[in-house]
Protein backbone atom coordinates (compact mmCIF):
# COMPACT_ATOMS: atom_id res chain seq x y z
CA UNK A 1 0.00 0.00 0.00
CA UNK A 2 1.44 3.34 -0.73
CA UNK A 3 4.15 2.72 -3.20
CA UNK A 4 3.52 5.90 -4.95
CA UNK A 5 4.24 7.98 -1.75
CA UNK A 6 7.60 5.80 -0.89
CA UNK A 7 8.95 7.16 -4.99
CA UNK A 8 7.41 10.76 -4.24
CA UNK A 9 9.75 11.02 -1.01
CA UNK A 10 12.88 9.98 -2.92
CA UNK A 11 11.98 12.55 -5.47
CA UNK A 12 11.77 15.50 -3.34
CA UNK A 13 15.66 15.75 -2.45
CA UNK A 14 15.10 16.31 -6.22
CA UNK A 15 13.50 18.87 -7.10
CA UNK A 16 14.91 20.64 -4.37
CA UNK A 17 18.22 21.01 -5.75
CA UNK A 18 16.75 22.02 -9.16
CA UNK A 19 14.94 24.98 -7.10
CA UNK A 20 17.99 25.87 -5.63
CA UNK A 21 19.98 26.32 -8.93
CA UNK A 22 17.59 28.75 -9.82
CA UNK A 23 14.83 26.84 -11.96
CA UNK A 24 10.92 27.31 -11.43
CA UNK A 25 9.17 30.36 -10.68
CA UNK A 26 8.19 30.62 -7.18
CA UNK A 27 4.43 32.05 -6.44
CA UNK A 28 3.20 32.26 -3.05
CA UNK A 29 -0.91 31.80 -3.07
CA UNK A 30 -2.85 32.70 -0.45
CA UNK A 31 -5.33 30.31 1.27
CA UNK A 32 -8.36 29.87 -1.34
CA UNK A 33 -6.44 31.28 -4.47
CA UNK A 34 -6.41 28.87 -7.36
CA UNK A 35 -3.93 27.58 -9.53
CA UNK A 36 -5.68 26.84 -12.40
CA UNK A 37 -9.10 25.94 -13.01
CA UNK A 38 -10.17 22.50 -14.81
CA UNK A 39 -10.44 22.87 -18.86
CA UNK A 40 -8.14 25.47 -18.65
CA UNK A 41 -4.93 25.41 -21.27
CA UNK A 42 -1.90 24.33 -19.67
CA UNK A 43 1.84 25.61 -20.80
CA UNK A 44 3.84 23.82 -17.50
CA UNK A 45 3.32 22.51 -14.50
CA UNK A 46 3.60 23.22 -10.51
CA UNK A 47 5.90 21.68 -7.64
CA UNK A 48 4.90 22.32 -4.03
CA UNK A 49 7.01 23.11 -1.77
CA UNK A 50 5.17 24.56 0.89
CA UNK A 51 1.42 24.05 1.83
CA UNK A 52 -1.17 22.25 0.69
CA UNK A 53 -3.31 22.44 -2.20
CA UNK A 54 -6.60 20.17 -3.30
CA UNK A 55 -7.43 18.67 -6.10
CA UNK A 56 -11.31 18.91 -7.18
CA UNK A 57 -13.00 17.52 -10.47
CA UNK A 58 -16.20 19.14 -12.32
CA UNK A 59 -18.10 15.60 -13.34
CA UNK A 60 -20.56 15.86 -16.10
CA UNK A 61 -23.53 16.66 -14.34
CA UNK A 62 -22.06 19.82 -12.78
CA UNK A 63 -20.81 18.10 -9.05
CA UNK A 64 -17.66 18.76 -7.64
CA UNK A 65 -15.46 16.09 -5.82
CA UNK A 66 -12.10 16.60 -3.94
CA UNK A 67 -10.07 14.25 -5.51
CA UNK A 68 -6.50 14.69 -3.59
CA UNK A 69 -4.71 17.04 -1.33
CA UNK A 70 -1.46 17.76 -2.85
CA UNK A 71 1.13 18.03 0.23
CA UNK A 72 4.71 19.29 -0.28
CA UNK A 73 6.70 17.26 -2.96
CA UNK A 74 4.27 16.98 -5.14
CA UNK A 75 3.93 18.06 -9.02
CA UNK A 76 0.73 19.46 -10.22
CA UNK A 77 -1.07 20.25 -13.48
CA UNK A 78 1.41 17.74 -15.74
CA UNK A 79 -0.67 18.27 -18.39
CA UNK A 80 0.46 21.76 -18.81
CA UNK A 81 3.88 19.98 -20.14
CA UNK A 82 2.14 18.87 -22.91
CA UNK A 83 0.21 22.47 -23.71
CA UNK A 84 -3.31 20.08 -22.91
CA UNK A 85 -6.28 21.67 -21.13
CA UNK A 86 -5.76 20.58 -17.09
CA UNK A 87 -8.42 17.72 -16.32
CA UNK A 88 -9.03 18.93 -12.54
CA UNK A 89 -9.02 22.17 -10.71
CA UNK A 90 -6.66 23.40 -8.17
CA UNK A 91 -7.14 25.33 -5.12
CA UNK A 92 -4.18 26.34 -2.23
CA UNK A 93 -5.98 25.39 0.93
CA UNK A 94 -3.68 27.15 3.25
CA UNK A 95 -0.85 29.83 1.99
CA UNK A 96 1.07 27.63 -0.51
CA UNK A 97 4.27 28.21 -2.10
CA UNK A 98 4.71 27.08 -5.17
CA UNK A 99 7.46 26.18 -8.22
CA UNK A 100 6.43 26.86 -11.74
CA UNK A 101 8.50 24.88 -14.26
CA UNK A 102 7.25 26.46 -18.26
CA UNK A 103 7.70 24.06 -20.90
CA UNK A 104 10.36 26.47 -21.94
CA UNK A 105 12.46 26.49 -18.40
CA UNK A 106 11.78 22.18 -17.91
CA UNK A 107 13.60 21.67 -21.55
CA UNK A 108 16.33 24.19 -20.45
CA UNK A 109 16.48 22.13 -17.15
CA UNK A 110 17.03 19.12 -18.87
CA UNK A 111 19.03 20.21 -21.44
CA UNK A 112 21.93 21.10 -18.41
CA UNK A 113 20.91 18.21 -16.42
CA UNK A 114 19.79 15.21 -18.58
CA UNK A 115 18.70 13.47 -15.23
CA UNK A 116 15.82 15.82 -15.06
CA UNK A 117 13.91 13.84 -17.40
CA UNK A 118 13.81 10.89 -15.94
CA UNK A 119 12.69 12.53 -12.23
CA UNK A 120 9.68 13.78 -13.83
CA UNK A 121 9.33 10.36 -15.42
CA UNK A 122 9.59 8.75 -12.22
CA UNK A 123 7.03 11.88 -10.91
CA UNK A 124 4.38 10.64 -13.36
CA UNK A 125 4.54 6.78 -12.62
CA UNK A 126 4.21 8.05 -8.69
CA UNK A 127 1.07 10.00 -10.08
CA UNK A 128 -0.33 7.05 -12.06
CA UNK A 129 -0.24 4.55 -9.15
CA UNK A 130 -2.04 7.32 -7.30
CA UNK A 131 -4.78 7.50 -9.85
CA UNK A 132 -5.09 3.42 -10.39
CA UNK A 133 -5.21 3.54 -6.72
CA UNK A 134 -7.99 6.11 -6.68
CA UNK A 135 -10.18 4.95 -9.04
CA UNK A 136 -10.52 1.37 -7.49
CA UNK A 137 -11.88 3.18 -4.46
CA UNK A 138 -14.79 4.27 -6.60
CA UNK A 139 -17.28 1.27 -5.78
CA UNK A 140 -15.55 0.37 -2.33
CA UNK A 141 -18.27 1.24 0.89
CA UNK A 142 -17.88 4.86 1.61
CA UNK A 143 -16.61 3.46 5.48
CA UNK A 144 -13.52 2.15 3.63
CA UNK A 145 -13.24 5.11 1.48
CA UNK A 146 -13.21 7.62 4.04
CA UNK A 147 -10.64 5.60 6.14
CA UNK A 148 -7.97 4.98 3.31
CA UNK A 149 -8.63 8.54 2.56
CA UNK A 150 -7.27 9.50 6.20
CA UNK A 151 -4.66 6.89 6.12
CA UNK A 152 -3.50 8.69 3.19
CA UNK A 153 -3.38 12.29 4.13
CA UNK A 154 -1.53 10.58 7.32
CA UNK A 155 1.11 8.83 5.23
CA UNK A 156 1.90 11.61 3.60
CA UNK A 157 2.53 14.45 6.86
CA UNK A 158 3.30 11.54 9.80
CA UNK A 159 0.82 13.10 11.55
CA UNK A 160 -2.26 11.88 13.19
CA UNK A 161 -4.03 14.98 13.75
CA UNK A 162 -5.01 15.69 10.12
CA UNK A 163 -6.88 19.33 10.05
CA UNK A 164 -9.68 19.09 7.43
CA UNK A 165 -13.94 19.83 7.44
CA UNK A 166 -16.16 17.28 7.14
CA UNK A 167 -17.87 19.14 4.22
CA UNK A 168 -14.23 18.54 2.22
CA UNK A 169 -14.40 14.72 4.29
CA UNK A 170 -18.16 14.48 2.30
CA UNK A 171 -16.67 16.26 -0.88
CA UNK A 172 -13.87 13.52 -1.66
CA UNK A 173 -15.78 10.58 -0.79
CA UNK A 174 -18.95 11.42 -2.72
CA UNK A 175 -21.77 10.94 -0.20
CA UNK A 176 -23.99 13.44 1.23
CA UNK A 177 -23.74 15.00 4.51
CA UNK A 178 -25.93 12.57 6.46
CA UNK A 179 -23.77 9.43 4.94
CA UNK A 180 -20.49 10.99 6.30
CA UNK A 181 -21.83 11.82 9.93
CA UNK A 182 -23.11 8.45 9.77
CA UNK A 183 -20.14 7.10 9.00
CA UNK A 184 -17.65 9.08 11.25
CA UNK A 185 -19.69 8.57 14.60
CA UNK A 186 -19.25 4.87 14.06
CA UNK A 187 -15.56 5.21 13.79
CA UNK A 188 -15.45 7.78 16.81
CA UNK A 189 -17.38 4.97 18.49
CA UNK A 190 -15.15 2.33 17.29
CA UNK A 191 -12.43 4.10 18.81
CA UNK A 192 -10.45 4.83 15.69
CA UNK A 193 -10.92 8.77 15.28
CA UNK A 194 -12.79 11.69 16.85
CA UNK A 195 -13.36 15.36 15.76
CA UNK A 196 -12.08 18.16 17.29
CA UNK A 197 -12.10 21.63 16.62
CA UNK A 198 -11.48 21.27 12.95
CA UNK A 199 -9.37 18.53 12.97
CA UNK A 200 -9.39 14.33 12.44
CA UNK A 201 -7.32 13.07 15.17
CA UNK A 202 -6.70 9.30 13.76
CA UNK A 203 -6.37 7.30 17.32
CA UNK A 204 -5.24 3.54 16.83
CA UNK A 205 -3.69 3.39 12.82
CA UNK A 206 -3.35 0.13 13.19
CA UNK A 207 -6.88 -0.01 13.54
CA UNK A 208 -7.15 1.71 10.33
CA UNK A 209 -4.67 -0.13 8.46
CA UNK A 210 -6.16 -3.69 9.48
CA UNK A 211 -9.49 -2.24 8.16
CA UNK A 212 -8.32 -1.79 4.76
CA UNK A 213 -6.46 -4.92 5.04
CA UNK A 214 -9.47 -6.55 5.41
CA UNK A 215 -10.83 -5.64 2.13
CA UNK A 216 -7.83 -7.05 -0.05
Known amino acids: MYRWWVKITNQIAN ?29 GFY ?19 DFDYVTPGEL ?6 LNDPYT ?11 Y ?12 EFPEASN ?8 KVQFLVESISLFTAPAEYRLAHFLHK ?38 GVLEINKGYVNLLDIKKIEDFLGSFH
Not at 48 to 62: M, N, T
Not at 76 to 81: F, K, M
Not at 88 to 93: L, M, T
Not at 100 to 111: D, H, P, R, V, Y
Open 88 to 98: YSAKAVEISEV
Open 47 to 65: YLKEGKVKISVISDDGHER
Open 153 to 190: LYIKKQDPNIKISRTSLGHYIGTSRKTIYQVIRRLEQD
Open 15 to 43: WNTFISLGYGQKIVYKRNKILFHQGESGN
Open 76 to 81: IGVQGL
Open 119 to 126: VLTSSLIS
Open 100 to 111: FFSNQMFNKLCA
